[in-house]
Nanobody
């Protein structure tokens, strides 16, 4: 059983920063890509950022220059550093990992609220 456990969400004022973490645990198979998605109320889930095993990244245009994705392969952990947060970044943020053997898995989600 593989689990993705997210942490680091919360309430922050506009212009502030948060760092999300997502650690994979359990019967870990080799992980290919890891990434973050978000879903705001009434909207579809969208890609925020993704990073491959080799470190190649793809960042959504809406957050480019403000968000940075990184991963620690030894710890099976992916991070999302979010700076200059805006109210429109408010959403539930979901971690996703694509394992070589068992395919994709989702975390439970962590709420990020940007408000004064």
């Amino acid at each position: 059983q593989v689990q993705l456990v997210e942490s680091g969400g919360g309430l922050v004022q506009p212009g502030g920063s948060l760092r999300l973490s997502c650690a994979a645990s359990g019967s870990i198979f080799s992980i290919n890509a890891m990434g973050w998605y978000r879903q705001a109320p009434g909207k579809e889930r969208e890609l925020v950022a993704i990073i491959t095993r080799g470190g190649n990244t793809n960042i959504a245009y809406s957050v480019k220059g403000r968000f940075t994705i990184s991963r620690d392969n030894a710890k099976n952990t992916v991070y999302l550093q979010m700076n200059s947060l805006k109210p429109e970044d408010t959403a539930v943020y979901y971690c996703n990992a694509v394992f070589d053997v068992i395919g994709g898995r989702w975390g439970q989600g962590t709420q990020v609220t940007v408000s004064s």
